[in-house]
């Protein structure tokens, strides 16, 4: 386990690492973006967020195959304002389209 001082968590997503690499620059909104192997860390105000992520098997549904990732969040220093704002915007982010 990671030493932090604030939330951890894990979200399984419907998405390549490609793609989440494409989308994250717009869920930053020009906060600072170090990219890692396998993640990312973001600085938000006087924390910041380290994201770390694995592939995992694609999830098969009859003849369709959906890839996925295992995604980390760990924030650091980070108020609870500050992480919920980030997570809306991240969340709007990498929705998909659907109807």
């Known amino acids: 386990m990671l ?20 989308w994250l620059p717009g869920a930053c909104q020009g906060a600072a973006l170090a990219w890692r192997d396998g ?7 006087a924390g ?16 369709i195959e959906l ?10 220093g980070v108020t609870d304002d500050e992480r919920c704002r980030f997570m809306r915007r991240f969340d709007l982010c990498t929705q998909r389209g659907g109807g």
């Not at 030493?3 to 494409?22: I, Q, S, Y």
């Not at 910041?48 to 003849?63: F, G, H, K, S, Y």
């Open 39 to 45: 993640g990312a860390d973001v600085t938000l105000g």
């Open 67 to 76: 890839p996925r990732l295992a995604v980390c969040f760990h924030f650091e």
């Open 3 to 22: 030493p932090h001082d604030g939330p951890v968590f894990e979200r399984e997503m419907g998405c390549t690492a490609d793609e989440l690499r494409g």
């Open 48 to 63: 910041r967020l380290r994201l770390d992520w694995q592939v995992l098997p694609p999830r098969r549904i009859a003849l």
